[in-house]
């Protein structure tokens, strides 16, 4: 066994014994741990509140070489989102954040442009400054980015169907505006391709730019946007998340826009 150490936010703990606990961990250096953390639940251990759920901590673990359990030695805090405690739709973000990295990554499979865009998103989320209405698209962002390192990259720029490039104009050639996103196309649909797929959602110019500027530019969260193009963001990544899991996240209830 050999000794790692790296930065991890804690996704996810569950009581493993009288003493002990198992932790998800996602770090930096190698993607997605789950270890055992021996006395993890006595009051006085050598991990203090370090496994508390979305702490960011400094660990040390030995990585076991058969399928078992890594074993966590060494945790101490590095962060804590106090806020997030004070603020419900903010809270409900972070744990949907936490869920989607527990269930949606394999073991072993470092991103670190992934965990930094999470301990970015959390950081915005634990803000005194970030203003409710910021919480939708800052999420948003987060899931853009998780879509693009786990290789789901919805498509914003061209039909996914037929290929043909989605203008500023946004017309078919039937002459019709409107535009729609569909899961199982995996991502935009011109007018004249829409009546082909059964499982579209009706996208407005401001949303479909809106995708656009969040899956491009880290700082589009920030922008104001009004509550129904908010809602049309969150119902169309709703639906491709759930899609693409094959299930629906249990979170997706508590999300507001």
């Not at 670190?112 to 970015?120: G, I, Q, S, V």
């Not at 720029?157 to 729609?180: K, Q």
Request: proline share 4%.
């Amino acid at each position: 066994m050999s000794a790692e150490k790296a930065q991890a936010l804690v996704l996810r703990t569950t009581d493993w014994s009288e003493t002990s606990r198992i932790a998800t961990l996602w770090t930096r250096e190698f993607g997605k741990v789950r270890v055992l953390a021996k006395g993890g639940r006595r009051l006085k251990s050598n991990f203090e509140n370090a496994l508390d759920l979305l702490t960011l901590c400094r660990i040390v673990f030995l990585r076991k070489s058969s399928s078992s359990l890594d074993l966590l030695t060494e945790a101490q805090v590095v962060e804590r989102f106090p806020r997030l405690r004070t603020d419900l739709p903010a809270l409900y973000a972070a744990y949907y954040i936490a869920e989607l990295l527990s269930d949606w990554t394999e073991d072993y499979d470092p991103h670190p442009l992934l965990f930094d865009e999470a301990l970015a998103a959390l950081r915005a989320l634990g803000q005194a400054d970030t203003i409710a209405q910021c919480t939708g698209p800052r999420l948003a962002r987060f899931e853009l980015v998780l879509l693009r390192e786990l290789g789901y990259t919805p498509t914003l720029t061209s039909c996914a169907v037929c290929g043909r490039e989605i203008g500023a104009t946004l017309a078919g050639a039937s002459g019709s505006t409107t535009l729609a996103f569909s899961s199982a196309a995996g991502g935009m649909v011109c007018s004249d391709c829409r009546p082909t797929r059964r499982d579209t959602m009706a996208l407005s110019p401001e949303a479909w730019q809106a995708l656009r500027d969040l899956s491009e530019n880290e700082e589009a969260w920030r922008q104001s946007l009004n509550p129904d193009v908010r809602a049309e963001l969150r119902r169309v990544l709703n639906d491709y998340v759930t899609y693409l899991l094959g299930r629906r996240p249990r979170l997706l209830p508590y999300l507001g826009s």
